[in-house]
């Protein structure tokens, strides 16, 4: 049996509300006022969609991370990195060595599901399951639909043949050049057809052919299907291809646009993990994906889903939120206005490429080092241990540190050191197990830091050396709170 064995996701804290950019727009387009009503989900300015991923892929393994993990697929079309593989740092992010495949998969909204499906027929010939993410960060226009449309989130689901939760019954591709919008190669926005043309010509006439191959090739009917995940922000749109193939209108799932938004590439996913956690064990889910064609992939829950360690998933992610109506904030966050960011944020970024190289188990990964004769841990790994009574030389093993609790020993709100931001927050952190560190502070509120305040370490951008499109990467602390 092959199919689902675990699931994650991710959904930035930051709810940037609609009536807020409504309210900064609607002078110039009135239109924009139908769409005022709920929040979409906004990236904090450090996170993009490999933060996002690696969070996602952290929550997936929690309490079940497997030691033989062969390959990682990570699928967005809004990656940091056109030459750079996005997914190998999120698999060193992630501590899990060299000896594995790795692969972006990104070119459509479709590739979400495209590449899940590939991923699922290669599983069964490897050694090992496979992690497979998906992404999206997508930067729009201001005073456009897009922006209120859209949102920011991550998923994650581990593959393997055992310990399935959800068995994978088959799948239906078909591959049609039908542009409902596109992204140009230098360009920033997509850009998109007419809505109605978009239904009638794509949606209604695409979507049926690829489900009746579907249901051709599986033994469950459509009628049977108990949960249809099918992404779209036409909000009605899914009820009518339910009632076109046959399927029970109450099966078709909310597409989560009022809390956080459209999530792209990711969205598919993203509603699978929330029905995921919504399931019965016996239940058929049916999972659609769209762009430039559409896949159909079908599901049925195990007993094993019932057993599966508790994670934040999706619910989790929306649950924990913090308000934001600074419409001002998400465009400078975005680069979507030119902004004096002051004298002290001229400075020189360049990463030495050689030194990141050599260090990427400590920056990119957090490993630290743990004594062999005494026990100690500390970060960074050094050549002697830190314990005065101990100082043996090389004596430390490799010791992550991601996972560790940790808590405020001290911290400073400094608003004379650059960040984009304002004030920048850091401190000593202190871990669980012992070491620590003076770390940048994420997520957290003016007025909001508390000595011996619980914390966790997350995976966040550091800053961007815009002069040569390079984006460096530390982990941070944030918040340790319910949900978090």
Known sequence: MRGIVAYGGYVPRLRLQRKSMVEANSWFNPGLKTKAKGERAMCNWDEDSLTMAVEAGRDCLAGDRPDNVGAVYLASTSLPFDDRQNAGVLATALNFGENMMTMDVTSSQRAGTSGLINALNAVAGQDGPALYVAAEKRRTKAAGPHELLYGDGAAALMLGTENVIAEFLGAHQTAVDFIDHYRGQNEDFDYSWEERWIRDEGYFKIVPRTLEGLFAKVDVKPEDVDHLVMP????????????????????????????????????????????LQDAEPGQTVLLIGWGQGCDALLFRTTDALKALSSRRGIKGSLARRREETNYNKYLAFNNLVTQDMGLRSEVDKQTALSALYRKKEMLT????????KCGTVQFPKSNVCVNPNCGEFHSQDDHPFAEIPAKVQSWTADNLTFTPDPPQHFGMVVFEEGGRLMADLTDVDVGGVEVGMPMRMVFRVKEHDDQRGFTKYFWKAAPDQAGA
Request: aromatic share 2%; with cysteine.
């Open 365 to 372: 990964g957090f490993v630290g080092g743990k004594c062999r």
């Open 232 to 275: 779209t922000v036409m909000g009605a749109v899914p009820k009518r291809i339910a009632k076109m193939a046959g399927i029970r209108e109450d099966a078709v799932r909310d597409n989560l646009h009022a809390n956080m938004g459209e999530s792209g590439t990711a969205h598919s996913l993203v509603m699978l993990v929330d029905a």
